[in-house]
């Protein structure tokens, strides 16, 4: 490749890089107002509308929100591969911003483990009955505090090993009107003790790298009561190669691996649960999921 096409080709790319700083953008107007330069505002929009005319239309406040995290936390890991390309793989991230958009796209979590349960009456009755769930990589802790609040009859146990995560956990905690119904542990799944106790369980799979999945899967799968639920998400698989490719470079970057569904139902399998399946809530994510034996 000559160096013409080379240049050529980092237009092409940086036109996508700037498209999406300008969804972002737009996104933030919308939730933050509009900024003191009207010009500014109104090619932003100009840009959005030709990214896709409606693009927007029908997207709720929350779901702007998730994305608006998503493209922050995406920019943030994107610079921090750029100055950093030689470090380990491990999840080494302080930067708020990073921490708390993940969070905040975890949230939407809880929406389609709702959509899952209005399709699954069993799993429908737990959410709604006295229970424990508990939310493995509970980060910030916003999938915690969202799960306490969709379903008032549960208790919450989230647990993290990362200091940072935990610190912006405990004071959002403390300002969501669910503090006594939330326990935060600064713990690491391999450590856990629990036996028969959560009715639910969270495991986010690609943060679980590929040497501890099968110690992680043994400690959870103690640790649920009889007839309790295990819920495990993966990203839903890109459907080029290229978004293939950075996404497994994400993921093993962050400390984790890049499992499959198939994968995941042959663990769940293995330790005995019942009624495995995968399911799809939404165009990004995939649930495997199974039911340990009452």
Not at 159 to 172: F, G, H, K, V
Not at 203 to 217: Q, S
Request: with cysteine; charged share 20%; glycine share 10%.
């Amino acid at each position: 490749m000559s160096f013409e096409s080379l240049m050529t080709k980092c237009q092409e790319l940086n036109q996508s890089v700037e498209a999406l700083a300008a969804l972002g953008a737009e996104l933030r107007l919308r939730c933050e107002g509009p900024g003191s330069d009207s010009r500014v505002s109104s090619l932003v929009h100009d840009v959005v509308d030709r990214i896709e005319p409606g693009l927007l239309a029908g997207v709720d406040a929350s779901q702007e929100l998730a994305v608006l995290s998503l493209i922050r936390a995406s920019f943030r890991q994107a610079i921090d591969l750029l100055e950093n390309p030689g470090r380990a793989p491990g999840w080494a991230y302080e930067d708020p911003v990073i921490l708390e958009s993940q969070g905040q796209v975890s949230r939407l979590i809880a929406r389609g483990i709702d959509t899952l349960a209005a399709k699954r009456a069993a799993l429908g009755a737990t959410l709604r009955q006295p229970g424990v769930l508990l939310d493995v990589g509970t980060g910030v802790g916003w999938l915690a505090i969202e799960a306490a609040r969709s379903w008032p009859a549960l208790r919450v146990v989230g647990i993290d090993s990362w200091e940072p995560a935990l610190i912006l956990a405990r004071q959002n905690l403390a300002q969501s009107g669910v503090l006594e119904r939330v326990e935060l542990r600064s713990q690491r799944v391999e450590h856990l003790a629990d036996e028969r106790i959560f009715t639910l369980a969270w495991l986010p799979g690609p943060f679980i790298a590929a040497e501890l999945m099968g110690i992680a899967l043994e400690r959870v799968h103690r640790a649920l009561a009889p007839g309790g639920w295990l819920i495990i998400g993966l990203y839903m698989p890109p459907p080029s190669k290229l978004g293939e490719a950075l996404t497994n470079l994400r993921i093993v970057r962050s400390g984790g691996h890049p499992w499959t569904a198939g994968e995941l139902e042959g663990w769940l399998q293995a330790l005995g649960l019942e009624r495995i399946e995968s399911f799809s809530p939404s165009s990004a994510i995939i649930f495997v999921l199974g039911k340990r034996q009452d």
